[in-house]
Every structure is written in structure tokens, then in C-alpha cells.
């Protein structure tokens, strides 16, 4: 008898269904709203599960930090419409004309200023595929790589402090706040230049991933490089100024930052003899399009992670890990093993505040290092927003490059989630990557 | 047997959950094991904001909060969660259990939820005041000083007091006030409490702390039930509820003292904070704005003056004589921490 | 085929190159010209749902000028005016939550929300008209009906009792935002139906209207 199940099986059942049921093409949004109907129904009854939703809806709704999402896209679009955004990634493609997978080291430079400057997934990704891809196109990158470098790179916000999930974190472990942003510097840094070893590396290997320009297109004459170069890079440094600066001189909320940039943006266009009404009105359209298709799926997929929680599943894989009699590191390496397996049907944030507490009073009895373990776990949670099937980089990616196959950007994020292991695998045996930067700064 | 989950506000570490847990496990002793409360998380299953919204529809039986987190449903909510200014009235938060125990309070509260039309039956569990005026970049010597600085305010009408005498008051989510400190796109903030505040770590970047704020001078965390399942219980059982809650005020009283007095002690002599007095023209012009904002309050809402009056009622008479004995209360303990001092 | 998406509109050259990865898009606008042999009263229903969602489009994007404007007056009065205001937190996290809701049909007639469709692509035109229809009725149409009463009795509650947001200093009515939420829905239910009737000409003729 099916109705024999217990709700914690339910919650297993779901995701199996989940991950045969997007891949049949209906929009994602709408088929994990159906799903979590349905399994939450049969859990613990439809209008229960009718009310949740109502409610991950509006609390999407209502998440301010996320307003930077809108805010960041049409920033990307008005710089795009105005092509100055072009501009920059071409000087950079000049400036090392002969160096294979250059764009790849422009992507992840922009990416590691946007990590340290917000913590919004959605905006990096989304900003960084309307910056660089229509450049890498015509350049003839490979699409793997491309796309895994910029859903990869787009993740490195939420490691690099400042950090909404450490934030999150830092209660929750009981480690000041502080303490974490301090250890995740150098792992944020170390990621980004695994990924860079990695991109860069493929194509001085097999330079057909990302071609150097071809001789002929490269300008003789130096100063005209450097011309180039510089015209390129003044509309973006404006613009950074604007709002990646407004946040880190202090002036601003990343989401304020957003904002700032969004108005620097329509300025920028002004002092170009850029701006048009229509062509602004055009870039308003495109950002309500590309905003609510992330928004949209975001709050879908917080009541698909809503329902999977309230069926007790990941609370009844945790008790089972939990009793195994275990020594500290391997408990520490089940716990990361977990926190990978979640993160292909969950997001970080379920993952933090449901598995984290029933862990740590475990870890603290073993005797583990809070700081160490808290950072294992960021590295280890940013590969949920790179394991399809409920990726949102890839999707947010697809948004803004229609064009590439999302087949394909599952392939170039699967590559990085093995980057990403490595750089797990390297904070695990080398704990000071982590724990030296918040000594050495506050003491202890 | 019955399982009660109870979806908290705040993480599961944090002081208040102990307390919970403890109030839990006196429940199901009392109970023989047949009524087991089970705490989740904040975020669990709703967000923060629906917690109430899941218990009246039964999608979770129980939740745990700060009754003035529900002041967006009815304003009288802040009178019984976190009273500024001590409800105008000079109420302490003993003086406040005073009123609620014995002088009409926990039945106009049992009336909140029904003014609410919320389906649960809520019981009072921590009296966790006072909190801590907070923390400050420089340190303040008046009132025009704190003007000086952009703070982080705590919602709803305590914070919308600091506006009303002219600070600085800026609305932040929990998220972005610590980095917002460290970048200073604010200069000072308020938290709760030592234990709490050290947890979150304002020490490592702020190192002027105030305790003695009107904000949040009373303040009450509540548990409540889906009324349905609270009257699936059994008499016996329900009373047991009842009188786990009623210990329970006495022993969250006990374990805060302690607990934030260690916290402070570790700020203070560890972390190198400095400990200031508030300026006294703070409590004068807080006060006056507060009661300008009750009385606005009670002119618009009719079970919000209903509530003020009984509070004021009460005052009138115990207010007095509490204030008087805790004069000595207060003048005794000071000697002896500036005894502590001189040692 | 209708194109659609952000990056590349209006060139028809960029269209055909990319032109089968945007399936996504193949449901026509407003304004795409539907096939003679389609019944006329779904022709004049599709065409009627299809403006009026492009319509909620129209308006909807412009919610976002008033919250660059919130963000920015914010930082200029904080920083230079020691000035800082309640009302541009609460106001933009309002005006986002309510525009991404509101344009949620815009963008279902739009053709816009993903899908992971590397399979689905390889389909014959008159099975992918059969699975969107099956799935519009079976499977979007229930969510979004059940959503729609939820949303609508969330936010009668809410109005009925001047709901203010209890975590905000500000403390704004939250309402509009509730109603906001149960709207969006209804768009959606409605494009629903201008998609069904759009799947079931694609399973039925074998080709998409355009
Ligand atoms: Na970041
Ligand atoms: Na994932």
C-alpha cells in the first residue's frame, strides 16, 4: 500500500520524481510547484501544503536583498544596449590578444570584484553572461568551459565575504560573524584561481577552447592597444565606482549598491550620448523578463525545499549518519559528503538551517574546529548552485544567453563542481587556508 | 502520545531554545512522555514572518517567538512583547510580570490572539528584558552626540521612537548590519543582550556597549499552540502546559542573569569593550516620544487602549513602590560592582 | 517563430541562428500573426489574453525606476545627511516582490520561463504540443488554481485586518503585496489558457502557431 509510507520516504520519492520530471521540458518553475502539490499533499495534505506555498511565495516576495536582482540586471542591460560593457571585454581580448583564454581571465576578475562587493548569485551570473558572452561567442569559445567559468565565478559571491549564507551561518555554529567572513577570504581567493588554473590551463592545452585573436585582428600599433584598452575600461570603472564601490567604501547595503549602480548606469549612457528613452524603456522590459525568471524560480524551488523539509527527510538522513560511531575527520568528511548530496535537490539555505544545528552539537563534542568546518561547508554548499538538476545558475545563465545549450551548461558546471572538490579537498587537509586569516586578525 | 512541533524564531543554539527545550522537557515529564514538544528551527518549515501565519492553519502545531513580532497583525501586540518604554509607565520587566500574573494581563493577552483572529492559545515563557541600548563607534555623552550616528533600529514603534527624537534610524535586515558596521554604513546598532550581542560578535568591531536602553526594556518571548491541538489534549495535560509555562518565567529570568552576566563579564575583561552609562537626557526625550507614540496607538486602536489602561491602572500604585525598592536593589548591586572595580 | 528573448531582439539574423535553442519562445507574442486555419474564437481569445498580459508587461517594468530611485535617495541622504529614511527599505523590497509577481504571466506569454529542454527539443512539433497540453491542464492549471485560492484568502485576511509588516521600523501595510501575490496568479491562470489553446493547435496541426 502506498499510503504505507512514511513521510520522511515521501520526501525521498519526491526528489526521485523531481529529477525525472524536469528533464520531460515543461517550464522548471511550474513542474516543482506541481511537485511539491503533490508530495506534500500526500504527506501531510493538500491544504497544508496550498497555505506553505502561499507562504514561500510571499516570503520571496518580501526578501529585500533580493531586490538587488532587478537592480543589478538592468544596470547589465543598459550597459549592454549602450555597448560599453563589449567594449571592456574586447580591450581585455587586445590587451593579451595572444594569450589563450583570455575573456576567461576577464570573467573571473569581474567575478572575484562582484563576490567581494555582494552575495546575490542570481546578479553575478546574470551580469556576467550579458557582459561576457556575446564577446566569447564571436571569439569561438568553447561553450562548456564558458559557461562553467562565469556559473562558477557567479558563485564566488556567496564565499567571498560579504556573504548572506555566512551570515546565516554564524548564528547558527554560534562564531561571530566576523570570524567566518576573515576565513573565507582565502578560499575565496584560492577557488577563483583553481578556476582560473583550470580555464586558462584547458586552453593552452587545446587552444579551440578559447582561441587567441587571430593575428590579423591585432593592431600593430601599441598605443592603439592601449587605447582601446583604456576607453574600454572607463565606462565599467565609472560604473564600478557606482555601485560596487558605494558598497565597499560603506555607503551603501549591497542592495543600495545595486540601486547605484542601476542609476550610474542610465547617468553613464547620459555622458555617452548613449541615452535613448526607448532603448531605456527596452532595457526596463528585458530586466522585468530576466528578473522574473529568477525570481520566479527561486520562489518556486523554496517551496519545493519547503515541502522535502517539512517531510522530515533531511533531519532522518542526518540522525542516520549520526549514529555511526565515527572519529572526528570522518564524520566531518560523511557530513561534507551529505552536504554535497543535498545540494543537487536543495538550495544552502534549508541545508544551513535545518542539517546544521542537529550536527553541531556533535562537531562541538568531537572537538571540531567551528571555523574550519563552517568555511568546508560554504565551499561545499556553492556547489549547489552548480548540480543540476535544481542548479539556478545554470538557469539564470540560460536566461541571458539563450543561445546556449543548457545541456551544455550542465556539462561546463559539472567540470567546475570537480574544481570545487579539489578546493574542498585542499581547505580539509590544509585547515589553516581557513583558520589563519581570522587569528592572525582578531587574535585568539 | 502527541508530538508538538515548535518552529522557533532564531537559531537553534541561541539561549532562548535552551530555555525552550527545558520548558519542553518539564512538559513531558509532567505529562508522563505523552505530550513531546519538538522544536525546529527558525526558517524550518516557514519564514520568520508566517511563523504565526503556519500555527493558526495548522501546518505546524507551535510556535516561539517575541509577541511584538506579531504587531503587524495587531498593535497591541508590542504592549505585552516589548512595551517601549516600559510601556510609558515605568514598568521593569518584574513589574511587568506583576501586571500580567496578577493584575489582568494574561487575560487581555489570551484576548490578543482572538482580536488577531488567530486559531492558538499562547503562553507566556521569558521575560528576557532588559535589552542593552547597544553599540556605538564612539562613545556618546548626550543626546546630541547619538544624533551624530546613523543606528541600526529594532521594528516597529521602539524603533520609530529614535526617529521621533531625531536619531539617525536606519531599517537594516539582520543579514547586512554586520557588514554595514564594518564598512560603517552605520555607526552604531542594537542587538539584544551581552550573551546574544557576543554571539553575533558586535565586540570585534564596536567596542563602546550601552546596557541601559528604553527600547526594549521589557521584553517577552511566548510560546502558542494551535488551538485545535491544544484542545485535543486532555485536561491534565493542558494544566501541565500551563504550569511548565508559569515555572518557566522564573527559571528564563534566572538563567539570563546569569548567563549575560558571564557574557559581560568575558566583553568587558577579555574583549576590551568599555562600558558606558547612557546619557541621562536619553531617558527623558525616549520616554516623552514613547508616550506620544502609545497614546497615538490608543487613540486608534480600541483594545489598544484597552490594554495601555489596564498597564497604566496597574502602574499607578505598583509602579511606586517597585521603583522605590529598586532603587535600593540597584544602589546595593552598584556598590558592589564598583567594589568589584577597586579590587 | 516568435523571438523573444533579451539579448538578440529584432535581428532576424541572429533569430535563425539560434532559432532552435529558443523553443522556450515559440509561442508567439501579441503581435505574431496566428495560422489562418486556427478556430477563430481561440485566434480572437489567445490574441485578447496575449495583449493584455503584454500590457501587464508594459506597466510592470516600470516599477523598478521607483526603487532605483528609493536606493539611491537612501545612500545620498545617509551618507551626506546623516538623514537616513524608513521608508526606502520597506518600499523597495515591495515594489521588487510585487513586480516579479505581476510579471510572471508577462513572461509565461513571452515563452520565457525555463525549461531544461534538451529532450523535449527533439520531439516532433505534435507530441510537444500534447505534452504542454497535458501539462498545462494537468499540472500548471491545478498549482496556479490552487495558489490563486490560497493567495486569495491570504490576502482578504490580511486587508481585512490592515496588516502592517511586524519587521520593518517603518512598519508599511503589507497588503498591497498579498494582493499583488493572488493577482499575479490570476494573470497567470489566464495566459494559461491563451497556452493551451496554443498547445492544442500544435497537437492537432503539427506546427506551432506563429
Ligand atoms: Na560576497
Ligand atoms: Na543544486
Known amino acids: 500500500m502506498m499510503f504505507e509510507f512514511s513521510n520522511e520516504i515521501i520526501g525521498l520519492l519526491m526528489i526521485g520524481a523531481m529529477l525525472f520530471a524536469i528533464f520531460i521540458g515543461f517550464p522548471i518553475s511550474f513542474t516543482l510547484i506541481f511537485l511539491g502539490i503533490i508530495f506534500g499533499a500526500w504527506g501531510f495534505g493538500i491544504k497544508l501544503t496550498i497555505f506553505l506555498m502561499t507562504l514561500q511565495f510571499y516570503g520571496s516576495m518580501m526578501e529585500q536583498t533580493l531586490a538587488a536582482v532587478p537592480l543589478f540586471v538592468f544596470m547589465g542591460f543598459m550597459m549592454e544596449q549602450a555597448g560599453l560593457m563589449e567594449r571592456l571585454f574586447s580591450a581585455v581580448q587586445l590587451m593579451l590578444a595572444r594569450m589563450k583564454g583570455s575573456l576567461f581571465v576577464a570573467v573571473l576578475f569581474v567575478s572575484v570584484i562582484f563576490g567581494a562587493a555582494t552575495g546575490i548569485v542570481g546578479a553575478s551570473v546574470t551580469i556576467l553572461g550579458i557582459m561576457a558572452a556575446k564577446t566569447m561567442n564571436k571569439s569561438g569559445y568553447d561553450v562548456r568551459l564558458a559557461s562553467g567559468t562565469i556559473t562558477a565565478g557567479g558563485t564566488l559571491g556567496i564565499l567571498i565575504p560579504p556573504s548572506i549564507m555566512l551570515v546565516v551561518m554564524g548564528p547558527v555554529l554560534e562564531i561571530p560573524v566576523t570570524d567566518l567572513f576573515a576565513a573565507a577570504i582565502i578560499p575565496g581567493v584560492m577557488m577563483a584561481v583553481l578556476y582560473l588554473v583550470y580555464s586558462v590551463g584547458r586552453c593552452w592545452i587545446n587552444p ?59 547617468i553613464l549612457t547620459l555622458m555617452y550620448g548613449k541615452f535613448s528613452t526607448k532603448k531605456t524603456y527596452d532595457a526596463l522590459i528585458k530586466t522585468l523578463e530576466i528578473s522574473v525568471l529568477i525570481l520566479f524560480l527561486v520562489a518556486a524551488s523554496n517551496f519545493f525545499g519547503a515541502v522535502f523539509s517539512r517531510l522530515g527527510t533531511p533531519t532522518m538522513i542526518t540522525e542516520i549518519l549520526l549514529s555511526m560511531d565515527l572519529s572526528a575527520g570522518a564524520v566531518v568528511l560523511l557530513i561534507l559528503a551529505l552536504i554535497f548530496l543535498l545540494g543537487w535537490p536543495l538550495e544552502w539555505v534549508p541545508i544551513v538551517l535545518i542539517i546544521l544545528p542537529i550536527l553541531q552539537p556533535v562537531l562541538i563534542e568531537l572537538q571540531v574546529d567551528m571555523v574550519w568546518f563552517a568555511i568546508l561547508v560554504a565551499v561545499c554548499l556553492q556547489t549547489a548552485w552548480l548540480s543540476p538538476p535544481v542548479a539556478l545558475s545554470a538557469y539564470f545563465l540560460k536566461g541571458v544567453v539563450p543561445e546556449w545549450d543548457l545541456k551544455d551548461i550542465y556539462l561546463g558546471m559539472m567540470q567546475f563542481m570537480v574544481i570545487q572538490l579539489i578546493g574542498l579537498g585542499l581547505v580539509f587537509m590544509i585547515p589553516a587556508l581557513a583558520t589563519w586569516l581570522p587569528r592572525y586578525i582578531y587574535g585568539n | 502520545e502527541t508530538t508538538i512541533r515548535v518552529q522557533s524564531v532564531i537559531p537553534a543554539t541561541a539561549d532562548e531554545i535552551v530555555m525552550l527545550k527545558d520548558f519542553a ?120 552626540d547619538f544624533r551624530k550616528y546613523r543606528f541600526r533600529t529594532p521594528p516597529g514603534i521602539p524603533g520609530q521612537t529614535y526617529k521621533d527624537i531625531g536619531v539617525a534610524s536606519v531599517a537594516m535586515g539582520g543579514g547586512d548590519i554586520l557588514p554595514a558596521l564594518e564598512k560603517g554604513t552605520i555607526d552604531a546598532a542594537e542587538w539584544c543582550c551581552p550573551k546574544p550581542d557576543s554571539v553575533f560578535g558586535f565586540q570585534k568591531v564596536l567596542k563602546h556597549y550601552y546596557l541601559q536602553g528604553l527600547h526594549q526594556v521589557v521584553v517577552n518571548a511566548d510560546l502558542y499552540l494551535n488551538k485545535d491541538v491544544f484542545n485535543g489534549l486532555t485536561p491534565l495535560q493542558q494544566k501541565a502546559i500551563e504550569v511548565a509555562a508559569n515555572a518557566s518565567l522564573m527559571k528564563s529570568m534566572a538563567y539570563r542573569i546569569h548567563e549575560n552576566g558571564k557574557a559581560l563579564d568575558k566583553l568587558v575583561n577579555e574583549d576590551g569593550v568599555i562600558l558606558h552609562d547612557t546619557p541621562a537626557d536619553y531617558f527623558t526625550e ?12 490608543a487613540e486608534e486602536n480600541e483594545f489598544f487602549a484597552k490594554v495601555w489602561q489596564s498597564q497604566k491602572d496597574f502602574a499607578k500604585t505598583a509602579v511606586p513602590f517597585w521603583a522605590g525598592a529598586q532603587t535600593s536593589n540597584a544602589n546595593l548591586g552598584r556598590a558592589y560592582a564598583d567594589q568589584l572595580k577597586n579590587e | ?196 489553446l496554443k498547445s492544442w493547435y500544435a497537437a492537432t496541426r503539427g506546427r506551432w502557431p506563429k
Open chain 2, 25 to 144: 522537557n518539564d512538559v513531558r515529564e509532567l505529562t508522563d512522555g505523552e505530550v513531546n514538544i519538538e522544536v525546529l528551527p527558525a526558517g524550518s518549515v516557514v519564514g520568520v514572518q508566517e511563523t504565526l501565519d503556519a500555527v493558526d492553519a495548522g501546518l505546524i502545531e507551535g510556535g516561539f517567538a517575541w509577541t511584538h513580532y506579531w504587531s503587524g497583525k495587531h498593535p497591541a501586540a508590542m504592549l505585552f512583547g516589548s512595551p517601549v518604554a516600559g510601556g510609558g509607565v515605568g514598568m521593569d520587566n518584574i513589574a511587568f510580570m506583576s501586571w500580567f500574573l496578577s493584575a489582568g494581563g494574561k487575560e487581555l493577552y489570551e484576548q490578543l490572539w482572538d482580536e488577531m483572529d488567530m486559531n492558538v492559545v499562547g503562553f507566556m515563557l521569558q521575560p528576557v528584558g532588559p535589552e542593552a541600548l547597544g553599540w556605538f563607534k564612539e562613545p556618546i555623552e548626550s543626546m546630541a
Open chain 3, 1 to 196: 517563430m516568435q523571438q523573444a528573448q533579451g539579448t538578440a531582439v529584432s535581428n532576424e539574423d541572429d533569430y535563425l541562428d539560434i532559432g532552435d535553442e529558443l523553443l522556450a519562445g515559440a509561442h508567439g507574442g501579441p503581435n505574431a500573426p496566428l495560422p489562418d486555419d486556427m478556430h477563430p474564437l481561440a485566434k480572437r481569445t489567445i490574441r485578447a489574453i496575449d495583449t493584455f498580459s503584454d500590457w501587464q508587461g508594459k506597466v510592470v517594468c516600470l516599477m523598478v525606476v521607483p526603487i532605483i530611485f528609493a536606493m539611491v535617495y537612501e545612500v545620498i541622504a545617509r551618507k551626506f545627511f546623516i538623514a537616513p529614511t524608513l521608508w526606502s527599505f520597506d518600499i523597495s523590497r515591495m515594489l521588487y516582490g510585487m513586480s516579479f509577481m505581476l510579471g510572471a504571466a508577462y513572461v509565461l506569454m513571452r515563452g520565457l520561463h525555463i525549461r531544461a529542454d534538451f529532450i523535449y527539443r527533439s520531439f516532433p512539433v505534435r507530441l510537444q504540443g500534447w505534452v504542454d497540453l497535458l501539462l498545462y491542464i494537468f499540472l500548471f492549471m491545478p498549482g496556479m488554481l490552487f495558489l490563486l485560492w490560497a493567495g486569495y484568502e491570504f490576502a482578504l485576511k490580511s486587508y481585512l485586518q490592515n496588516e502592517t509588516a511586524g519587521d520593518s521600523t517603518w512598519a508599511p501595510i503589507v497588503w498591497p503585496v498579498k494582493i499583488a501575490l493572488a493577482l499575479g496568479v490570476f494573470f497567470l491562470v489566464l495566459q494559461g489558457i491563451s497556452e493551451i
Open chain 2, 286 to 297: 525616549y520616554m516623552n516620544a514613547a508616550n506620544k507614540a502609545l497614546e497615538k496607538n
Open chain 1, 208 to 266: 579551440s577552447l578559447g582561441p587567441p585573436l587571430p593575428e590579423d585582428m591585432i593592431p600593430t600599433d601599441r598605443s592603439v592597444i592601449w587605447r582601446e584598452f583604456f576607453l574600454g575600461l572607463v565606462p565599467p570603472t565609472i560604473l564600478i565606482a557606482f555601485a560596487l564601490g558605494s558598497i565597499l567604501s560603506g555607503w551603501a547595503t549591497p542592495t543600495e549598491g545595486a540601486g547605484m549602480g542601476a542609476f550610474g548606469s542610465i
